[in-house]
């Protein structure tokens, strides 16, 4: 069945660093990939998605590209902020618009 | 406007003892999903719900969870019988349609812990 891989966690890294939280899936045909975001004591939202083979989504400095060839969907940003503390997940839906989720990526910034 | 809720936000139980946990999704969005959390992992699909079609129970993990939705509004998950293991945030999304991806928006969840 689909599946989906991500870097385990706690990442803690220093404002302005470079991130990157690796995604990686499995699933038959062509999914579509997410990206969600939990911030403290909110609920889960949609950060970026991609729906074919080499889109880019991006949204306030994120950004992950749909690599068939890899089956990834990493997520970059080139400058982290304090503010960007969260839980990361990746995910994907094909058919019946079932999400399916990695274990999620808890990442700490530091000022 | 208003977002999904859902109530209560927490609820503590008995092992054994039955529990509804209650989702109110964005108006006018014909779908509506449930999800599960355990700690330390990534949400688990329970149930899908679209307009007046069958609902698609595939990710309930056994009989003593069911789920109900009245038309296009709210919708309950039971779980009968609780066990230690259903300790978990369960979480609602809704989506304007089902065909085709149109974005989940999630409600903060319900935190259950049984005792």
């Known amino acids: 069945g689909n599946s989906v891989t991500q870097m385990e966690g706690p990442v803690t890294l220093s404002e302005e660093a470079f991130l990157t939280i690796n995604c990686t899936y499995t699933?038959?045909?062509?999914?579509?990939l997410f990206w969600y975001v939990q911030y403290p004591g909110e609920g889960l939202q949609l950060l970026l998605k991609?729906?074919?083979?080499?889109d880019k989504g991006s949204n306030k400095g994120f950004e992950a590209t749909y690599r068939k060839e890899t089956t990834s969907f990493h997520l970059e940003k080139g400058s982290v902020q304090v503010s960007d503390s969260a839980v990361y997940f990746c995910?994907?839906?094909?058919?019946?618009?079932?999400?399916?989720f990695g274990q999620g990526t808890r990442l700490t910034i530091n000022p | 406007g208003a977002g999904v809720s859902q109530s209560p936000s927490n609820k503590v139980t008995e092992k054994g003892k039955d529990v509804e946990l209650r989702c109110d999704p964005i108006?006018?969005?014909?779908?509506l999903y449930w999800y599960r959390q355990r700690l330390g992992q990534g949400l688990e699909f329970l149930i899908y719900?679209?307009?007046?079609?069958?609902?698609?129970k595939s990710g309930l993990p056994s009989d003593r969870f069911s789920a109900e939705r009245t038309g296009e509004s709210v919708s309950t998950l039971t779980i009968q019988r609780t066990q230690q293991e259903d300790s978990a945030v369960y979480l609602c999304?809704?989506?304007?349609?089902?065909?085709?991806?149109?974005?989940?928006?999630f409600g903060p969840g319900t935190r259950l812990t049984v005792t």
């Open positions: 108006s006018g969005h014909t779908a």
């Open positions: 719900f679209q307009g007046n079609s069958a609902p698609d």
């Open positions: 991609a729906t074919k083979a080499d």
């Open positions: 999304a809704s989506s304007p349609a089902g065909v085709g991806y149109y974005e989940q928006y």
């Open positions: 995910a994907l839906i094909q058919g019946a618009q079932k999400l399916v």
């Open positions: 699933a038959t045909g062509y999914p579509s």
